[in-house]
Every structure is written in C-alpha cells, then in structure tokens.
C-alpha cells in the first residue's frame, strides 16, 4: 500500500525557513514523480515543486513554480524514502496547507507537473504558517 506521510510545517515568521519532510512507504525511489502542493483557503490547490525520474527515458527533472524558484528547494534521500521541501525567506504568501504527492503511473512529465491530475497518490498535508 502506497502511504505519503507529511510533516514539518508551522508557525514561522516572514524571512524564515522550514523544512517539509515526506515519509513514503510501498513503493521505490525507481520511476516515479514526487511533487509538493500548496492549497490556501479559498484558492485551488497548486504544484510548488516536482521532482520526475524516468528511469527508461533515462531523464531526472526538477521543477518549481515561478513563485517559489530560488527560494524553495526539492531533494530526495531514497535510502530514507523521502523528499523533503526546503523553504527560505518565506514570505506570508506562502502560507498554506502543502501536501506530497507521488504518481507512479508515469503521467507526469514537464508539461504537467503543476497538475493535481498527473499524481494518483497523496499526504495528508501539513500546515505552513507565515506571519508578516
């Protein structure tokens, strides 16, 4: 059973950092993508950053909304089985409930990371809080 475990969120003033973490489970860092989301009341949820690795295309991608770029920062440790989202200078903007999410169907490319539609796996989410 595929399982995404978010963590790490909280309260943190604006010019701070946070560290998300995603503990995945029952499946392989192999082919896959892993993305973070953010959704803020009232708004519809948007990819912030997606990590892609086509094993047989032998292609590794890494992508980020314009909002976050050089601020936010993807990694995985696949001996843990897991991906963390590294947030600096965070600003009140940012705040939101920010989910993993991991599709292992091969749907997601460069073309559609940012979309809810190309991950068929995701976390409960965790909540970022940015005061100004």
């Known amino acids: 059973e595929v399982q995404l475990q978010a963590s790490g969120g909280g309260l943190v003033q604006a010019g701070g950092s946070l560290r998300l973490s995603c503990a995945a489970s029952?499946?392989?860092?192999?082919?896959?993508?892993i993305a973070w989301f953010r959704q803020a009341p009232g708004k519809e949820r948007e990819g912030v950053s997606s990590?892609?690795?086509?094993?047989?295309?032998?292609?590794?991608?890494?992508f980020y909304a314009d909002s976050v770029k050089g601020r936010f920062t993807i990694s995985i440790d696949s001996a843990k089985n897991t991906v963390y989202l590294q947030m600096n200078d965070l600003k009140p903007e940012d705040s939101a409930v920010y989910y993993c999410?991991?599709?292992?169907?091969?749907?997601?490319?460069?073309?559609?990371?940012?979309?809810?539609?190309?991950?068929?796996?995701w976390g409960q989410g965790t909540l970022v809080t940015v005061s100004s």
């Open positions: 029952g499946f392989t860092f192999d082919d896959y993508a």
């Open positions: 990590h892609i690795r086509r094993r047989i295309l032998n292609e590794r991608d890494t």
């Open positions: 999410a991991a599709d292992l169907r091969s749907a997601a490319y460069s073309s559609n990371w940012p979309y809810v539609f190309a991950y068929d796996y």
